[in-house]
């Protein structure tokens, strides 16, 4: 992947999940599903018209899926799919990198947190993401 490519990467994921409030929904759903009342609730500060974006721009998106509970009114249930579920690798970096010790992921088995490092699965050695020259190597 080239510079500019990977720059249309960063700003396609940047689109789909780039803000504050799109972010903490993701993150409370990874808890489970949850009714809009719920996500208002596990989501501090937002407000009903934030929630009702973000999770109509995740569904279009193909991250989240809204699965009818009552039909008069109609109302849904919100659950990420499973992309959506790969974020949450990312979203626990993000927290520990700013701080939330907590966050870091851990080994299932020992407890230990995980450390990313990137490896090059051919010559079975850890490599430096920016290069020896301080350029990612793409």
Partial sequence: MDADEERNA??????????????LLVHALL??????????????????NAVSSRLRRLEDDGLVVASPYQHRP??????????????AGVLRLLAAWEGAADAA??????????????????????????????????
């Fill in 105 to 138: 992921p851990v080994h299932a088995v020992c407890g230990t947190t995980l450390e990313v490092v990137h490896w090059c699965p051919t010559c079975d050695q850890p490599a430096d993401p920016l290069g020896a020259d301080g350029l990612i190597e793409l």
């Fill in 31 to 48: 808890g489970g599903e949850g009714r809009f009342s719920e996500l208002e609730q596990r989501v501090p500060g937002i407000t009903p």
């Fill in 74 to 87: 109609v109302r849904h249930a919100y659950a990420l799919t499973d992309r959506g579920r790969e974020l």
């Fill in 10 to 23: 960063l700003d396609r994921a940047a689109g789909l999940v780039g803000d504050r409030w799109t972010l």
